[in-house]
């Protein structure tokens, strides 16, 4: 693909910081989450032997970015206020004739895609779930943006392995702390013939950010921070966003959201016709669009890049899995998403047809509120972890498409912590650190939901069955429906939330603060955490630029 | 009571029916756990922002307001915006309901022209190995899950032996009419049209095959042993003649009744057979608007469904009162 090429900044520096940030088995020591007495501390070290026993020592300060988000990754990881499973896989089905490599994002691109024999001119997908709509502004969920971004571009994207590249944008770059330039490709076309403006782009931005231009965008928290965009200058092409403040991420944000539209066409038409119609500027039309069946594409011959390989896409839905594969299998379809476990031996042992699977952005956990018993003590809490046995959850759950996690950031994002390993399974331990919390004999139970995650359920009951193995501590998983889960969480108040409750989090942006922010410091929207040494480790984060862009 | 006040009054009936369904569609929303607004808005979404979706939507109304609103704007043949993609409900509803009702009408064509026969073979050879072949096959047909028998018959018409497509339309019944003097070719499209078809009908419609050969077979049964059929045997009728134009006339007339209804049942009850097939009607809407909780389309899709029992109810009592003098007189 060409714009691989164009990739100029790595997304992933080196971890050059990470040295600092060999952070401090001590830290855990915790100075303020109200909850832990003091005899808490001799248990935080020598804990799982990957950590070196170590006195709780005070390190010098990191100066990055990066090593704040790993020693708050190591702080989390000792902390166990989630039980952390594993990092999800997407799986895929996919047929001999193309070429194609799935991308870590979740994203499929019909531009990557290419024939590997005559019948693969005119590629089928299948995916679960069709659209929730054609406004690419309009939604955020996985099966629509596959839908939206074939014909819509922004003005960076990212490419398969994450890092960043410039699209419609030529360059950008921090113009002061509050202020962020794009220059606007200046040879492209919209595909209803239209020439992109810098007007086009600073439009776009404001859509989505303020709610008095056009509609109520649910991408406005994927852009905090940003207030507004205006055309800078319409000869040299630019466009300035101003941002409330510094904003680490804002780069990463925009690579992820943040579709371009043609102005005129937004202004001139209404949102169910918008919803129903595209006209974006990427490397293919649409074609035909059945509300909830089908949408097809052609190629768009004047893509300002080299037009795609393939000349036609189109892509349907079955929302039961043995269908999916059922059409891969029969040659109706090219690629099946979301193969599971169960029939990934019918795709691999059939002719013509094979299995494609990466690591995805989405990680799966039990969260533990650090407000009730007995999950107000750490200890119980890494108990929990020291109980669960992950390697066999994903062994024989997952069928090894999982790879297990010992903090919320997963490899290769931003603020990684290389040092923190998984807790291994070690009952003895647990049980120790149950008495030692003083809650022997607790009885807890696992929330659930159903069908949510890839074998949710399963796993659920995988856990609280291991846990349940312990002498002193009694668990049971209880199932429910998705939304049910979700109306609890989202309250915004810690008390409505399940004890103990499985989820998951999909961080499409690579940077560790979008996955803590939300769910682990003391005022994310979902948080079942508070911890102020947590909180001062991500505010000292966010006031430094980041080093990824 | 006239014949056309009796029509009057069951269709007044059927508007409270109608009504009502709409009413309890909307009390729904009280019990049923999670918001729209959590569907609609991402997880991780502040709570002003929440508010302000919410408002959008016209959800921060008191519920009565909303149920008057909604109320007002149906009778003006508005159903509503889908919160999820804002296209209009009708739209979204009407665009579905077509390949609902073909597929609930070839299932009962399946139904019909397997259950008779075989339940005749079953009545007039009872106790001999061809009414237990039939027998059989009715319990085995009532004690299949539909689900398992349409993924084996995708498995072996579809995957291994390549005779019929694994899921999906192909076309609608409305393309394949056009195609009679539309650009496309004829009988490519209404192969195609049939071929998609076959499964997912035989899927359904098994069910109800195995459910109208047990009613055959007893109505048939029972007037058999009738005294009018002794007296056209004493008269010295051909036996065909006793069991096609009498016996089997006489039995039919509950079976069409039945026939009527179950197809209002069909309707509603294809969703399983829709989600194997991956089929796109209505069943498939609903239980996206249900996960979604996509209220207009929900009431939209339920409304429709309640028309079409009405309508057909409406239409089963017009015909019992057209032959049967004595129920409008009731």
Known sequence: MADQNTSRRRFLQAAGSAAAATALAGCAGGNGDGESTPTDEPTETGGDGSTPTAEPTERPEPTTREGYLQRANRLIHDEAPWVFLHRQFSVYGQSADIEWEPRTDERVAAYGIEPASDAGEDVVMTQSQMDSGLDPHDHRETPTDNIVLQAYEGVLERDAQGAI??????????????????TVRDDVSFHSGDSLSPADVAYSINRIVQSDVGIESPQVDQLLGVEGAEVASEDDRTVNVSLTGL????????????????????????????????????????????????????????????????????????????????????????????????????????????????????????????????????????????????????????????????????????????????????????????????????????????????????????VAAQVDELPNV?????????????????????????????????????????????????????????NDELDRLLDEAQQLPSESN | MGYGRFLLKRGVQGVGVVWGVVTVVFILRFITPGSPIDTVAPLDASQETRQRIAAELGLDQPLYVQYLDYIVELLQGNMG???????????????????????????????????????????????????????????????????????????VFAVELNVFP???????????????????????????????????????????????????????????????????????????????????????????????????????????????????????EIIRAINARDWPILQGSLIVIGCGFVLLNIAVDALYAYLDPRVVAE
């Not at chain 2, 009527?260 to 294809?270: D, E, N």
């Open chain 2, 166 to 284: 694994t899921s999906g339309r192909a076309y609608g019944f409305g393309e394949a009419l056009a195609a009679i003097t539309g650009p496309q070719p004829f009988v490519p499209v209404v192969t195609a049209w049939l071929a998609s078809l076959v499964l997912p009908a035989i899927t359904l419609g098994t069910y109800f095959t195995a459910l109208i050969t047990r009613l055959v077979r007893s109505g048939m049964l029972d007037e058999l042993s009738e005294g009018y059929v002794r007296a056209t045997r004493a008269k010295g009728l051909p036996e065909t003649l006793v069991r096609y134009k009498h016996v089997l006339r006489n039995t039919l007339v509950p079976v069409v009744t039945v026939l009527g209804l179950q197809l209002g049942t069909l309707i509603g009850g294809a969703v399983i057979t829709e989600a194997v097939f991956a089929w796109p009607g209505l069943g498939s």
């Open chain 2, 81 to 155: 915006y889908s919160y999820i993609s804002s296209i209009p409900a009708s739209v979204q509803v009407f665009q579905k309901l077509p390949a609902t009702l073909e597929l609930a009408v070839a299932a009962s064509i399946v139904a019909v022209v397997l259950s008779i026969p075989l339940g005749v073979i079953s009545a007039t050879r009872r106790h001999q190995p061809a009414d237990y072949a039939a027998t059989s096959f009715s319990l085995l047909g009532i004690s299949t899950p539909n689900f398992w028998l349409g993924i084996m018959l995708v498995l």
């Open chain 1, 247 to 462: 904003n680490p991420i804002v780069f990463a944000s925009f690579a992820t959201y943040c579709d371009v539209m043609n102005q005129s066409w937004v202004e001139s038409n209404d949102n169910a016709y918008i919803n129903q119609n595209m006209d974006g500027t990427g490397p293919f039309q649409l074609s035909n669009y059945e509300q909830g069946v089908e949408v097809a594409y052609e190629r768009f011959e004047d893509y300002w890049d080299e037009p795609a390989a393939i000349s036609t896409f189109t892509i349907n839905n079955a929302s039961e899995a043995s269908t999916r594969v059922n059409r891969l299998l029969a040659g109706e379809s090219d690629i099946a998403v979301n193969v599971p476990p169960q029939e990934v031996s019918r795709v691999e042992n059939n002719d013509g047809t094979s299995i494609a699977a990466v690591p995805s952005t989405r990680v799966i956990f039990n969260a533990m509120r650090y407000d009730v018993e007995p999950f107000d003590s750490p200890q119980f809490r890494q108990a929990v972890n020291y109980a669960v046995d992950l390697e066999s959850i994903i062994e024989n759950v997952l069928q090894t498409f999982g790879s297990p996690t010992g903090q919320p950031t997963l490899e290769g994002f931003f603020g990684y912590n290389p040092d923190v390993d998984p807790y291994p399974r070690d009952l003895e331990r647990a049980e120790q650190l149950v008495e030692e919390s003083g809650y022997a004999g607790a009885e807890i139970e696992l929330v659930t939901p159903i069908g949510r995650y890839l074998k949710d359920v399963e796993i659920a009951q995988a």
């Open chain 1, 165 to 182: 590249v410039a699209t419609l944008a030529t360059d950008y770059q921090r113009l002061d702390e509050t202020t962020v330039q794009f």
């Open chain 1, 474 to 530: 009694s668990a049971t998983a209880r199932q429910v429906e998705f939304s049910t889960l979700v109306s609890q969480v989202t309250t915004g108040n810690i008390e409505d939330k399940p004890p103990w409750y499985l989820l998951g989090w999909g961080n499409a942006t690579f940077d560790a603060i979008q996955t803590i922010q939300p769910l682990l410091a003391s005022d994310g929207s979902l948080t079942s955490y508070s």
